[in-house]
Each structure stands twice: as structure tokens, then as C-alpha cells.
């Protein structure tokens, strides 16, 4: 068993505030999921319920359901609480199918490759 410091005493206090409550996690891989909060240790391991990952590409979103969903702390970015009273997404935000925002991300990282390709194709020019 570890010692605790007190960053560690701070990161458990700050957590217990969003027991049972609906948050938003921010992982490394730029994933994020949302989901009640229903357990989490010194590490940041966190266990959530009824967790969805939001997936926006443009102005295109989903909710892809997860279920009950542990995240390993180390890939955690960032935790916040969900205001469940206010409207999450802007208006002109619209809500797609699974099927649809997959393929919308498939184009987004095709056209993302492309620029990736043309610019190592154009680096011999030197525009900086």
C-alpha cells in the first residue's frame, strides 16, 4: 500500500463531489464520454453508468451507447459535471444516426490524411 499525499487526498475529495451525478470525461485519445459517475479510486479510475460516447464531427453528433463503463485513470483529461438543466449542444447541432457519424468520421480522417500526404509532398517549398 501507498502513501497518500495530499494531491491525492484533493484529487478523492474533488471526485466524491460528483458521485451519482452525470459528468463528462475528457480521455487522451480525445474520446469523450459521459455517463453517471458511480465509482472512482486515488488513481482517477473511474466506473460509469449508463455512459455514452459523444461523437461530433462538424456539425453532426451521436450518442453511441456503452453501458456500464470503467475508465483507467491515466486516461483521463479532464472531468466535468453536466448541468442536466441546461441544453448540452448548441441549435444548429444535428443528431445522426451511428452508421452516419462513423462514415463522417471516416471521411474527416480520409481528408485529413490527404492534407497530411500534401504536405510532405509540398515541404520542399519552404513556406515558412
Given amino acids: 500500500m501507498s502513501w497518500a499525499g495530499p494531491e ?3 484529487l478523492s475529495t ?15 485519445d480525445g474520446r469523450k ?6 465509482s472512482f479510486d486515488q488513481f482517477a479510475n ?14 453532426q453528433y451521436c450518442d453511441i451507447p456503452l ?11 479532464l472531468i466535468g459535471d453536466l448541468d442536466t438543466e441546461r441544453e ?4 444548429h447541432m444535428i443528431r445522426v444516426s451511428e452508421t452516419e457519424i462513423k462514415r463522417a468520421q471516416k471521411v474527416e480522417r480520409e481528408a ?3 492534407m497530411g500526404t500534401m ?3 509540398m515541404e520542399f517549398l519552404d513556406f515558412d
Fill in 8 to 10: 491525492d487526498i484533493f
Fill in 14 to 28: 474533488s471526485l466524491a463531489s460528483y458521485l451519482d451525478r452525470k459528468i463528462l470525461v475528457l480521455l487522451r
Fill in 33 to 38: 464520454l459521459m455517463g453517471t459517475l458511480r
Fill in 46 to 59: 473511474a466506473v460509469l453508468e449508463g455512459a455514452c460516447e459523444r461523437v461530433i464531427v462538424g456539425e
Fill in 67 to 77: 453501458g456500464l463503463y470503467v475508465i483507467r485513470g491515466e486516461n483521463v483529461v
Fill in 88 to 91: 448540452e449542444l448548441p441549435p
Fill in 112 to 114: 485529413s490524411e490527404l
Fill in 119 to 121: 504536405r510532405k509532398r
